[in-house]
């Protein structure tokens, strides 16, 4: 039974068992991305909110920064949280030039604060960097909106629902992956009386840590130096990165912890094979190569390109298709002008796309000749799925979470350089038969699951690990 009434909790909703576990679910991390194109690990969130949203035992809450608790939503976040699970667009800056506030803008600041005022006063000005005078003044404008929204409506108690009621039976929490690295994380969850559950994606940051920000890098160290003293659990998303944490583990000293974690493998694609799609229209009539994820170092975006720069002085251009990179705009974008600066004749070859909605992937991966995916390390790797799902076959990286992901059907590049991509790809793209037959290994073998069913297994693991009031541990 869906949840209609937004403040209700558990107790609330007919659950009068004091036995039965009530289940707390933060989106705290949704709400702060907002609408933006979501990257991985937030369509994996959306995918789990969307299944909790339907679920009368299951209570969503949000984190009270200023007083250090969880809340319920109260119904306008709910109205926004929804309209982000629905998929929906907001065309903010349409509204701004017509001399309107954007839709539900307050709500936006109030959750992802000032990087969003950064983004809708570059776009408003429709600059290719950030900043001037003009730039400055609509982003001071924007924040000033922002803090006098936040500021009115705490002030007449809507700044966020009431706090879930109190209750004698076991309770859990599933803590946001935004939320999970803040050392408040745990004590909110203890003063909600829930057992804080994590789901960790990987640990890229710690393992390599030159591929983040230094802060991101001792945050995430710090997250796993505070679990480890506690008893708290863990799920991760695949068996390669509980091996990862475990390793991690016992070189810090702490032997037993795998049987803390439990692996919910994602195993499935996070965007529906079946659903309507709507061609890219630059990419129409053309034969091309796909690798779906965000632009940065650690994806090796730059790698392919490198790859794409020989190819085209290998083979003949009916043989080449083109190389097209979907993903988030990030750090890898300004190597990747270097290199097709460097090579103008691929340049017509290559096209990198940053603002791609669900149908338009879609589309994408119905029409691509082959998926490509040359992470140097992943939890996962979404694009992997989602290729399979598709009955699109992709060439990947050697890491471990990729050949999990590909269930060990496709082909993997051992080596990193643009060399090992190049010996690959070229007889691929010479015998066309031999991704064809590709094709046909994943109709007879692959293994396909959805994304319902993985979120049943992350909230069915959540539940699993409800108890009594855990012990304030550090």
């Keep these: 039974m869906p949840i209609d009434d937004v403040n209700a909790t558990p107790t609330q909703a007919g659950d009068t068992a004091t036995d039965m576990p009530a289940i707390f679910l933060d989106v705290s991390g949704i709400l702060q991305w907002g609408h933006q194109p979501p990257t991985g690990i937030q369509r994996v969130e959306i995918a789990i909110a969307r299944q909790a949203a339907e679920r009368a035992d299951i209570t969503l809450v949000s984190y009270d920064r200023l007083k250090g608790r969880y809340h319920t939503l109260t119904p306008a976040h709910r109205s926004y949280l929804d309209s982000i699970l629905e998929g929906s667009r907001l065309n903010q800056i349409a509204e701004l030039r017509a001399g309107q506030l954007p839709s539900q803008l ?220 979907i993903g988030r705009a990030g750090k890898i974008m300004p190597k990747i002008d270097s290199l097709l600066d460097g090579a103008p004749e691929t340049r017509s070859k290559v096209h990198v796309l940053t603002d791609i909605q669900d149908d338009q992937l879609a589309w994408a991966y119905r029409n691509a000749s082959l998926g490509l995916f040359a992470s140097v390390n992943e939890g996962w790797g979404l694009g992997v799925s989602e290729s399979l799902a598709y009955g699109l076959p992709i060439v990947h990286s050697a890491a471990p979470s990729l050949r999990e992901a590909s269930q060990g059907l496709m082909p993997v590049v051992e080596g990193e350089t643009a060399d090992a991509w190049v010996e690959m790809l070229k007889p691929l793209f010479l015998h066309p038969e031999r991704i064809a037959a590709l094709r046909e290994t994943i109709k007879a073998q692959y293994q396909p699951g959805t994304p319902g069913d993985f979120a049943r297994d992350v909230l069915s693991a959540v539940a699993s690990h409800a108890g009594p009031r855990p012990a304030d541990q550090i």
Aim: aromatic residues 6%; glycine residues 6%.
């Design 106 to 325: 307050g709500l936006q600041l109030q959750f992802r604060g000032k990087e969003l005022g950064r983004q809708i006063a570059q776009k408003y000005i429709g600059a290719s960097t950030r900043g001037g005078l003009h730039y400055t003044a609509v982003k001071t404008a924007i924040r000033l909106y922002g803090r006098l929204y936040a500021l009115s409506h705490r002030l007449a108690g809507k700044a966020h629902g009431p706090a879930p009621a109190s209750s004698e039976g076991p309770r859990a929490i599933l803590i946001s992956h935004e939320f999970a690295r803040n050392d408040a994380a745990r004590r909110a969850a203890v003063h909600l009386g829930a057992q804080p559950v994590y789901l960790v994606y990987d640990i890229i940051p710690i393992r390599q840590p030159q591929f983040v920000s230094a802060r991101f890098a001792a945050t995430m160290d710090a997250f796993i130096n505070r679990w480890l003293a506690t008893d708290d659990p863990m799920l991760t998303i695949s068996q390669a990165v509980k091996t990862d944490i475990v390793a991690l583990s016992r070189d810090r000293g702490h032997e037993n912890v795998a049987h803390r974690i439990q692996v919910c493998p994602l195993g499935s694609s996070l965007a529906a094979s079946d659903a309507a799609s709507r061609p890219i229209e630059i990419l129409l009539n053309r034969r091309f190569a796909l690798y779906c994820s965000s632009l940065t170092p650690h994806k090796r975006q730059d790698v392919l390109v490198d790859a794409w720069i020989r190819l085209n002085r290998l083979l003949p251009a009916e043989d080449l298709p083109d190389l097209v990179l």
